[in-house]
């Protein structure tokens, strides 16, 4: 069997070994696992019936769909799981790459936030148009899509997509972990370190104890580091009651289905809002909402592949690289249509997947471990839940620290160069959007070369991305 798994995957061909996937598809799995429990919460914003007037989501309350709000978390988070997991290990099979899908939460927080809250379409009605934009993205990826996008992103661009993907996850653990906090003043600011009671308090110094010790673990070249380290502030934090209470129990509901939201979607309500538009209009702003999607769905995958591309040492032809990213791509469009038939949103790569790789994951084993975690996540949701924000800031910010060494392949030198690139790796991580910094850098890198008279240095594929960005943020 071990000889069996290491050649279809290659395994040693790419200087790793089976110990090191397993440890690769453990951590990703404790890196990601709240994701699973917060897409499903965000999402619970779509159903504003469900919460009262404190903003406190009320479990007994019946939403519109005729489940009440704990049914209807209780389906998202099992659809969650489901999704991550069938896409998770499409793309360890198809790619044999070292990559994690699953529910994104950016498009989680769109879909909840502007389709459903501010232009009024239903939770059912918006996951109809994710089902459509997961077979509109795999149609354009047949069509090279990804090799077109690469071809048009700049190179320093590129690097500055992985430093800001590093800052803007160790950014994401600064906070899990309470390091930064809110501030009326300046938005955030360091924790007040308030003695030893205070959670707060604890949680950063756990969290800064941990990330001392994986570092002296990877100095010393201690196999798995990042797992080890992770364990044991997860064991660290249990007496100094720094895990959360679990709130979710995946069988406290007698469905009569396994998954109540399946299979859902609303397509005819989609393209009148209702019987709010004509059919004309509707079918117009139907096409901005899945074309939205395609392209924020897309970016936060090319980005994760940008970014992960510059730890992996694939050891393979140029056009083998390109067409398993092709396929990547190809599973993230399969994933989306399965999450939108099982009820969730749109599913990515994760942009924790870099963790994979920091970790020394090189192949699609390291996914098939994460994959059937995903699944066993619907049994031990209560346990997956309480796992401290400490342990998972810890790899999500020693992991920023080793992708930002890209930084050194940057042109600062000259200003044309390094302004979008500052710009691509400041906005990624301050506005919480890889979509937003890719599009200020792509922005700024057309406006200036063409104000300056370089016009011709800009590839015809930057200026149409660069017109769909634009577009994009003038409609939505």
């Known amino acids: 069997m071990k ?79 489901v999704a991550a997991a069938i896409s998770t290990l499409i793309t360890a099979l198809k790619t044999g790459l070292p990559f994690a899908q699953g529910p994104s939460l950016a498009i989680a927080t769109f879909i909840t936030y502007t389709v459903c809250g501010e232009m009024g379409y239903t939770y059912e009605q918006a996951l109809a148009a994710v089902f459509i934009s997961g077979i509109v993205f795999f149609i354009l990826t047949m069509f090279g899509l990804e090799h077109k996008i690469r071809k048009a992103i700049p190179h320093n661009i590129k690097y500055a997509v992985t430093a800001g993907i590093g800052l803007f996850i160790a950014f994401m653990g600064m906070q899990k972990c309470h390091m930064v906090v809110a501030d009326s003043h300046h938005l955030v600011k360091f924790v007040n370190f308030a003695g030893f009671s205070d959670y707060n308090t604890m949680s950063t110094l756990l969290c800064l104890a941990g990330l001392v010790l994986i570092a002296v673990m990877h100095y010393k070249h201690i196999h798995g580091a990042i797992l080890i380290g992770k364990i044991i502030v997860i064991l660290a ?17 007698d469905f009569g289905v396994i998954i109540p939201t399946a299979f859902k979607m609303d397509f005819a309500g989609l393209f009148t809002r ?106 031990i949701a209560p346990f997956a839940s309480v796992i401290p924000s400490a342990a998972t800031a810890t790899t999500l910010i020693i992991t920023g620290v080793f992708m930002m060494t890209v930084v050194k392949q940057i042109n600062f030198h000259d200003v044309e160069e390094a302004l979008p690139a500052f710009f691509t790796m400041a906005f990624i991580p301050l506005t919480y959007s ?17 104000f300056s008279g370089r016009w011709a240095k800009v590839k015809r594929g930057t200026y149409i991305m660069t017109a769909l960005f634009v577009l994009m943020f003038v409609i939505m």
């Open 3 to 81: 000889t069996k798994i290491e050649n279809f995957f290659k395994i040693k061909e790419n200087n790793s070994s089976i110990q090191t996937e397993i440890f690769s598809g453990l951590t990703a799995f404790f890196t990601m696992v709240y994701l699973l429990f917060l897409v499903p919460n965000t999402i619970m914003g779509a159903f504003p019936e469900a919460f009262n007037e404190a903003g406190e989501m009320v479990g007994s309350y019946v939403l519109n769909n005729g489940l009440t709000a704990d049914e209807m978390l209780v389906s998202l988070t099992i659809a969650a799981c």
């Open 237 to 253: 934090a249990i007496p100094l009651g720094l895990y959360h209470h679990g709130e979710i129990n995946l069988f406290a509901y």
């Open 274 to 379: 209702g019987g709010d538009f004509s059919l004309g209009a509707g079918l117009i702003i139907t096409a901005s909402i899945v074309v939205t999607l395609c392209i924020m769905n897309v970016f936060e995958t090319m980005s994760t592949v940008i970014a992960t591309d510059h730890i992996l040492d694939h050891r393979v032809h140029h056009e083998e690289t390109n067409e398993k990213i092709k396929k990547t791509l190809e599973a993230d469009a399969i994933g989306t249509v399965v999450g939108a038939s099982m009820g969730v949103t749109t599913v990515s790569t994760f942009v924790e997947s870099t963790a994979m790789a920091v970790e020394g994951g090189r192949t699609g084993f390291s996914g098939v471990i994460t994959s059937l975690l995903f699944i066993l996540a619907i049994f």
């Open 434 to 450: 890889l979509v937003n910094g890719i599009f200020l850098g792509l922005v700024t890198h057309t406006f200036i070369n063409v």
